[in-house]
């Protein structure tokens, strides 16, 4: 039975190390590696501190999501009392406080029921005949909470769009109104990078009321005023960098890129770039009736409160449709890019910027490989002088564990970065200790008069629990690292993390099947330990 477990335990131990063997093969950069289908295409990469780039910290307007939000809440509670025949006088928002003025004295239980449904508004000091309305602090913490989610998950998908994002990117949040944006690469567009970035991406489509060639002319058209409606200038000309019109159209959209399901950068027939947008079935539904009921209308398609294009209904569009604007191919594509990521709720400005150059990133590789090597070697000698031919096995072991270690962070992509070195360096040190918990063991029972065979079973035996006990603390250790540390701490965690459980396979399993090819089943009568 032991030998059955013995068996399968090396036939373990041989494909683990073979199969991160192939991973850290992955770590070599790509152009350094033979040219061959069977490596993957990608592996362990580098962070910012080692290849260098951008490092970003951008703040979240989370106060004009509270003000979006009772804005939200305005609306409802206006049609509510529409709807029971109660007119408001004035209804406004106003630095985080809804005002709401009534018509007349009996008009203020209808609104004060339909403020208290809302479910969301605390009562505020009001007088006569207005009502203040603050939102609850339970409801202003779910707003802030929500908006960094959606903001955060809209800066992952456009900064790690397949198409056309930047690759190795790090995009994390930073205490409760920051993101942080990394962007490794010694040759980076920052501009470009900026525009992924900042634009907000929020897509209306409005059907025109008129239109003009500037904003004076069409504002003299209407002497009295342009009532509900809004005047939105055209995308900026490219050459020209002027206004190239001004069009009159609805405050409220018709419908709004919420209904995208795709965009993609595509070429008309005069080869000019244009994007073309797919609606989901809903999405398709409301533009279908809608371009239905107004054939031979402009429809202007508004981007970030600009005009990109006014294209003439010719016919009933259901879900595809194109946006043609006065841009750049690969101006398109990162338009693309934003309209697939989707519209962020809240602006984001940039807070912190600073550029980590390359040199630096490489030397401190070469430190970080030089303090590993040394620290290895000093592990290996110390090892074979103390515990001899077991010392060998130990240091096996150790060499075992620095290529599974490596290999399954090359597996699963993971990022490496100056303190994940440290965290390597730290592992060399560690992977040892289990190996002198087991060897000391196995002292104490030949000590005893027990048998080679017999001391090296019990050994491994009473030694294994301690092994574990004492590398689950420090994993747990780790885990907190990782879940409420940012940056270079969850580096470090990673690493840690990854080095314990690979010590610790490595000690009770590669060990462990060294003892059993030597000595095995032979009856030596000592141990070189």
């Known amino acids: 039975m032991g030998g059955q477990v013995g068996f399968r335990a090396a036939g373990i131990a041989v494909l683990l190390i073979l199969f991160s063997f192939l991973a850290a093969a992955n770590f070599v950069p790509k152009e350094d590696r033979v040219a061959s289908n069977f490596w993957p295409d990608d592996g362990l990469r580098l962070g910012l501190d080692l290849r260098g780039g951008i490092h970003w910290v951008v703040g979240v307007e989370l106060d004009e999501a509270v003000t979006r939000e009772l804005e939200f809440v305005r609306q409802s509670i206006q049609e509510d009392l529409e709807q029971d025949g109660v007119a408001l006088g004035r209804a406004l928002v106003n630095e985080g406080t809804l005002l709401l003025t009534l018509a007349s004295e009996d008009d203020r239980a209808a609104a004060i029921e339909s403020a208290d449904n809302t479910g969301v508004l605390d009562e505020d000091d009001g007088d006569g005949l207005e009502l203040r309305y603050v939102l609850t602090d339970d409801w202003i913490a779910q707003v802030r909470e929500n908006t960094m989610s959606q903001v955060l998950e809209v800066l992952r998908r456009r900064i790690d769009d397949p198409q056309r994002g930047i690759p190795d990117s790090v995009v994390t949040r930073q205490g409760d109104d920051r993101v942080l944006v990394q962007i490794p690469g010694e040759q980076i567009d920052r501009e470009r990078a900026r525009t992924l ?32 409606d809004q005047i939105i200038l055209s995308q900026i000309d490219s050459e020209t960098e002027i206004e190239t019109g001004a069009y009159l159209l609805p405050k409220v959209a018709d419908i709004t890129g919420d209904y995208l399901d795709d965009a993609r950068l595509q070429f008309d027939q005069q080869q000019r770039p244009i994007v073309e947008f797919r609606f989901n079935p809903a999405g398709g539904d409301i533009f279908g009736d809608l371009t239905a009921a107004n054939i031979g209308v402009p429809m202007a398609i508004v981007l970030d409160k600009k005009v990109y294009s006014a294209p003439v209904i010719r016919g009933r569009i259901s879900t595809r449709g194109q946006i043609e604007g006065n841009y750049t191919a690969e101006e398109a594509a990162d338009l693309a890019v934003i309209l697939r990521a989707g ?20 030397d401190s590789i070469q430190s970080g490989a030089r303090a590993s090597m040394i620290g290895l070697a000093l592990v290996l000698l110390f090892a074979g002088g103390y515990y001899r031919l077991s010392g060998g096995f130990a240091s096996i072991a150790l060499l075992a564990n620095l290529v599974l270690l490596v290999g399954l962070m090359s597996l699963f992509e993971a990022t490496l970065t100056l303190p994940g070195i440290a965290g390597l360096v730290l592992t060399v040190g560690m992977a040892v200790d289990a190996n002198v918990i087991i060897f000391e063991r196995i002292r104490e029972e030949l000590r ?3 048998s080679v065979r017999a001391a090296i079973g019990t050994g491994f035996e009473k030694a294994t629990w301690t092994v574990l006990d004492a590398n689950l603390t420090t994993l747990f250790t780790a885990v907190i690292l990782f879940e409420f540390g940012t940056g270079p701490i969850k580096g470090f965690a990673v690493t840690l993390s990854v080095g314990i459980v690979t010590s610790v396979f490595a000690a009770l399993v590669i060990t462990r099947l060294l003892f059993q090819l030597y000595p095995g089943n032979r009856n030596v009568s000592s141990l070189s330990i």
């Open 197 to 228: 970035l900042k634009s907000t991406g929020f897509l209306e489509f409005k059907m025109v009321v008129d239109s003009d060639a500037t904003e004076e002319i069409l504002r003299a058209r209407y002497p009295d005023g342009i009532g509900d």
């Open 343 to 362: 519209s962020l709720s809240v602006p984001v400005v940039i807070e912190e910027e600073r550029t980590v150059g390359p040199g630096l990133g490489q």
């Open 448 to 450: 005893t008069g027990k």
